[in-house]
């Protein structure tokens, strides 16, 4: 079972540097970024994304260079 310390918010995405709010919004309309979990039908509900979604797609779309490996892993994210 998931818990709040498995997921993202939008600050947390943009602490990691993967664009601002409006970017990361984008990105999901586009379908270039994993969607977000909402838990409510509200159309002001909270958007979570699953840390292990984000992980992956840093792995797989951001590249790999050494100050990006560097800056990741000090978060905690294996690249």
Do not use: C
């Not at 709010?21 to 958007?47: C, D, E, L, Q, Y």
């Amino acid at each position: 079972m998931l818990t709040m310390a498995d997921y993202y918010t939008y600050q947390d995405l943009e602490d990691l540097g993967l664009g601002s709010r409006m970017t990361i919004t984008r990105k999901v309309k586009a379908g270039n970024f994993p969607p977000p979990r909402t838990f409510s039908k509200s159309h002001n509900a909270m958007k979570l994304w699953e840390k292990e979604l984000i992980h992956n797609y840093i792995k797989d779309f951001t590249p790999n260079d050494k100050w990006r490996r560097k800056y990741m892993q000090s978060r905690g994210i294996y690249v």
